[in-house]
């Protein structure tokens, strides 16, 4: 019998830390003088500042979940909640300081954002050090900017929106303590009937050790707009951990889209704690694409509420958990209106003793008549020290509803493996390909230059041993 | 305490003796049957994980006033089905049943057990079932009590190697009615179906759960619920399928089916899976929805009400399971009585 190794993702681009000179940092830990601290340092509006306090109270209340993943040994105090790169943020990568520009070239994302966006934004720990849009989507009123600027160029927007009536800072602890010290991350605009047709994309990069990430991302598609956002994430990995607690707050007017793909490629000692949320209209639509592959334990269930008639929601993931790494995702469909649907495929690949966790809500109200929903979940095992855990809701409280859920584990079938080789395909490619295979549906997904580099980036490399 | 039982809706008569408990079918080769007492019990302890929730196993271990000790001797075809008819009346409106069935290795038997009649009250109970070494099982557990009862059923089941254990659930009866059904696939090649069906009207509320736990290889499970939902009865289905390391080429299915009748229904389900073992085949379903209207036009259009067209649909659904009821008598009351009664008003 021939055994299958398939390697790990190759880190080593993502690993190279950088010497940066920092500006300004928080002390470790939390407490009211580091959000005054925060609040301070970024000169904001004294409602936000009280808005910070407030949550830090909710923060300190609020217990830390007991479910999902083990956070026993994720210590707050610990942590740097804010740390400023001593760059002041460009728009045009030139004037970015050579170490960290070097970085993000080495990622590929300057490179990007001339063949393939219309805009990128680039977050280096807790500010935004680049950030720049085509003119044409300017002239159209569509609206790019880093959070902070945003903050002070458009208040009124972002105090109605801003963690209101979306993501609640009450919603749960880590809710909680990205609202008391958010830093950086993304606001968009599109117009009524704009339709953005190339995508923007956000790019967070966590430098330091032992600092927490908390950007913020606000996106309106106002009346039958569109846009595809996508984000990239990546750290060096160090031996202390780091925190990641971003929010993301998508509004989807009626008949809008929003296309939101994500490529999460956190170190492995990096706490993923993120919390996602998408409000949709009648007749809007939000598609969640999402290729997790990094982190130490990711606990994140991007969640879609279906609030007008005909609205509709897809999530569509691969999860991949090596070595050391618990990974509990999955999606939340909350179907509020009639003739609302959704539809999850959720696809996960464990190896190396790692454990990846779908955990999904699909929930139909009262009021939600004619809902259709299909929930698939299919979990690959490559080795036996590895888990797969499945553990989908279904709560229904109306009766014209369609509804399905399938889930499925397995590891790679002799059969399939039989049969690719009676068709002249060596063990080897036939195990490449099935696993290739698996995966195609979120490759599918992306647009053309991001399944390369996601295929790029997944790199399983399969290799014949005989054993 | 289980957050998922409504606690304060359940009234419970102070204690008393429970004496109403028919046995049919007792007197065949092979079977022994006694009353349970502190003595047998003590030779059955468990460290096993199981029950709805710890309070009401406890509650039975320490007060139980009904249930058996049923001991099939090994080697032997029990022909005939063992029914326990566990009635319920005015004076018999509490019990706590404790049953215990031993069977030995390579024999084979069917137990009934019927919980019936009474209008108000308060029933919990406690099976423990091992099968041991190449036995045969079948379980059949009727709940059809009163109107106002609360009914709790707490159940372990150990299956042994090469053992095959058939288990149905008929849950039709009760105002609030919970059961879980805990298996425990230690051994070799043992194999655990449930095929069970559940019927919720008016204001019932059920919550259902099966758990198993492969932990040897080519242990095989599969466990079918179907049931329909009408007025503003409330089902929570909980199905874990949990395949522990070593467990190599198990295999496990679970699928739930639930069809809703009205708008004011509720249905929760949570099939989950743990899987630690690559070498598996497990999958699980769960859908749910109205009756087919296309299939509703046709029946009715073949000269039925829509009552009636309604009643043949969900029966088509039920019935393959409540066919598996092996005593004639209960199986025509529970199709011609309980179901019809309950879907046309």
Known sequence: MRKEEIREIDFSIYNIKDEVEYEFQTGKGLSKEVVLEISEQKGEPSWMREFRLKALEIYEKMPMPTWGVDLSQLDINSIVAYIRPSARKKTSWEEVPEEIRRTFERLGIPEAEKKALAGVGAQYDSEVIYHNMKESLARQGVIFEDMDTALKKYPDIIREYFMTKNVLPTDHKFAALHAAVWSGGTFVYVPEGVKVEVPLQAYFRMNAPGSGQFEHTLIIADRGSEVHFIEGCSAPLYSVSNLHAGCVELFIKEGARIIYSTIENWSKNTYNLNTKRAIVEKDGMVEWISGSFGSKKTMLYPASVLVGKGAKAEYTSITFAA???????????????????????????????????????????????????????????????????????????????????????????????????????????????????FVEPIAKALPLEYAVEMNRLIKLELEGAIG | ??????????????????????????????????????????????????????????????????????????????????????????????????????????????????????????????????????????????????????????????????????????VIGAHISAFDVSVYLSEEGGSFTA?????????????????????????????????????????????????????????????????????????IAI???????????????????????????????????????????????????????????????????????????
């Open chain 1, 323 to 437: 070595k050391g790494q618990h990974l509990d995702t999955g999606a939340k469909m909350i179907h509020l209106a009639p003739y609302t649907s959704s539809k999850i495929l959720a696809k996960s690949i464990s190896k190396d003793g790692g454990i990846s966790t779908y955990r999904g809500l699909l929930k139909v109200g009262p009021e939600a008549e004619g809902v259709k929903a299909a929930v698939t979940c299919e979990g690959l095992m490559l080795d036996d020290i590895s888990k797969s855990d499945t553990i989908p809701v279904i709560d229904i409280e109306n009766d014209n509803v369609d509804i399905g859920h399938e889930a499925k584990v397995g590891r790679i079938s002799e059969e399939q493996i039989y049969y690719l080789m009676s068709r002249g395909l060596n063990e080897e490619d036939a195990r490449a390909m099935i696993v290739r295979g």
């Open chain 2, 1 to 170: 305490m289980l957050k998922r039982i409504p606690w304060e809706e359940i009234q419970k008569p102070a204690y008393k003796e429970y004496n109403a408990v028919e046995i049919k079918d007792v007197e065949q080769e092979g079977i022994s049957v006694e009353r349970i007492d502190a003595n047998i019990l003590k030779n059955f302890t468990t460290d096993k994980a199981y029950g709805i929730d710890p309070k009401l196993t406890e509650e039975v271990e320490k007060h139980y006033n009904a249930g058996f000790y049923i001991k099939i001797s090994s080697g032997k075809e029990i022909k005939k089905p063992v029914v326990f008819d566990y009635i319920a009346n005015l004076q018999n409106d509490l019990l706590l049943d404790y049953n215990v069935i031993e069977v030995e290795p390579y024999s084979k038997v069917t137990v009934v057990f019927d919980y019936n009649s009474g209008e108000k009250g308060f029933k919990n109970g406690i099976t423990r079932l091992i099968a041991k070494e190449g036995s045969t099982v079948n379980i059949v557990k009727i709940q059809r009590l009163g109107d106002d009862f609360s009914d709790f059923d707490n159940c372990l089941v150990e299956v042994g190697e090469k053992a095959t254990v058939n288990w149905s659930n008929v």
């Open chain 2, 195 to 267: 095929k069970s069906v559940f019927l919720g009207v008016d204001s019932q509320k059920y919550d259902m759960s099966y758990k198993v736990y492969h932990y040897a290889p080519k242990t095989t499970s599969s466990v079918d619920l179907k049931g329909a939902l009408k007025g503003s009865a409330k089902a929570t289905f909980i199905g874990n399928i949990d395949i522990k390391k070593g467990a190599k080429k198990a295999k496990a299915e679970e699928n739930e089916t639930v069809l809703l009748l009205d708008k004011t229904v509720r249905s």
């Open chain 2, 271 to 345: 099939p989950a899976l743990y899987c630690a073992e690559e070498d598996v085949q497990a999958n699980h379903s769960a859908s749910a929805g109205q009756l087919d209207e296309n299939k509703l036009y046709y029946v009715m259009s073949r000269g039925f009400s829509l009552e009636e067209a309604r009643l043949l649909m969900v029966q088509a659904v039920l019935n393959p399971v409540i066919d598996l009821i092996p005593y004639d008598p209960i199986r025509e009351i529970i199709l011609r009585g309980h179901i019809g009664r309950r879907i046309i008003k």
